[in-house]
């Protein structure tokens, strides 16, 4: 059984994360400065909205072997999202975060930590409700 996880976003108390456990990433970090060079477990993509600013991103985690895990097709881990939903009761999951969440819990973390997921600029939040 696996212990605990970091869940890493873009947000500003990114800056914060210790790096001390295995670390899943939300694969736009890649390209952050600060962040590009550092040691990730996982990293995850799942909004079409993004996908070409996304491309170089996926690049750069296959190029470095490291797992991305999604619902689409550039995948190298497939996320489940249907057992996923199953499991939990739910029929959707909203970004990112959640899905990572969702997958942490599903696989049996007993602890999560979350850097940089934080709330957005107030049009952020708008515009994803």
């Known amino acids: 059984m696996k212990k605990e996880v970091i869940i890493l976003g873009i947000g500003p108390s990114r800056v914060d994360c210790p790096f001390d456990a295995e670390v899943w990433a939300v694969a736009r970090v890649l390209t952050i ?3 590009s060079d550092k040691a990730y477990s996982k990293v995850f993509a799942f909004d079409s909205r993004l996908i070409p600013a996304l491309k170089k991103n996926v690049d750069i985690a296959l190029e470095k072997h490291i797992p991305l895990v999604s619902t689409k ?12 939903k199953k499991k939990f009761g739910v029929d959707f999951l ?8 969702a997958y942490a819990l599903y696989l049996g973390y007993k602890k999560i930590r979350l850097y940089g997921v934080d709330q957005g600029p107030e049009w952020d939040y708008i ?3």
Do not use: C, F, W
């Open 127 to 129: 515009a994803n409700r």
């Open 33 to 35: 400065d600060g962040l």
């Open 94 to 101: 909203k970004n990112s975060i959640s899905y990572m969440i």
């Open 73 to 84: 097709a550039y995948a190298t881990e497939k996320y489940p999202l249907e057992e996923i």
